[in-house]
């Protein structure tokens, strides 16, 4: 029983290139959650999102950051045109349940974002 | 924000000794959760406390939660040095998304 995947574990990108980070939920888990830690930092949150839908994306900057979940695939977050302040670990979790759902989140072991 | 702190920062023990760890936040809550994250791997779940209870126990861990102070303490006992990792506090508003916020963590070194 597979856990949360992430790939690619890591990423070296050039300011103004693309950024494309990947995340498989758990088997049987429908909502997903993407978290950035910058170094020596706790993790902030970025979005919520379930099949086909985001529901909670508060914590997403308002530009060049994108997220999705398809009915069918992994949900991917997109960074576009990448500068230097987006180097961080992103780390992707599920959670089995609907709207309401206040427990355990499963964690992958992140995405390591370097842009040089 | 309601973010939770933890305190402290980073706390270095012997092997067989006990360590303590606190977390303070700011709105109601409905649960809070401890993770663990060793160094450049994912969070680990560890516990979970509800707003109704006041302590439990998972093994070596030991976890209180005072609402009135909005604080929470994370006890590890008897050490070791495969105990070495940060520890997060985690917590969900209520009425709030289904998101949990993380504090800053305090990272732990249990030296053999």
């Known amino acids: 029983n597979a856990g949360v995947m992430q790939n690619p574990r890591h990423l070296v990108r050039r300011r103004g290139q693309e950024a494309r980070l990947r995340c498989s939920p758990m088997k049987g888990h429908s909502h997903v959650y993407w978290y950035r830690q910058l170094p020596e930092e706790g993790l902030k949150f970025m979005v919520y999102l379930q099949k086909e839908n985001i529901i909670d994306e508060s914590g997403m900057p308002k530009e060049r950051f994108s997220a999705e979940f398809p009915k069918e695939g992994p949900s991917i977050l997109r960074i576009q045109q990448v500068v230097r302040g987006d180097s961080a670990a992103y780390f992707c979790a599920s959670s089995p349940s609907g709207r309401g759902y206040t427990g355990e989140l499963f964690f992958g072991e992140g995405s390591r974002l370097t842009v040089l | 924000s309601q973010q939770g702190e933890e305190d402290p920062q980073a706390l270095s023990i012997q092997e067989g000794e006990n360590a303590t760890m606190n977390c303070s936040y700011k709105?109601?809550?409905?649960?809070l959760q401890w993770y663990r994250q060793n160094s450049g791997r994912g969070l680990v779940h560890l516990i979970l406390?509800?707003?109704?209870?006041r302590e439990k126990h998972s093994g070596r861990l030991r976890v209180t939660l005072d609402t009135s102070k909005k604080s929470s303490s994370l006890l590890i006992t008897a050490s070791r040095a495969a105990d070495t990792a940060s520890y997060f506090c985690a917590t969900d508003a209520t009425g709030g998304s289904e998101k949990l916020v993380f504090g800053k963590g305090t990272k732990l070194t249990v030296n053999p």
């Open positions: 709105t109601s809550i409905n649960n």
């Open positions: 406390i509800r707003s109704n209870e």
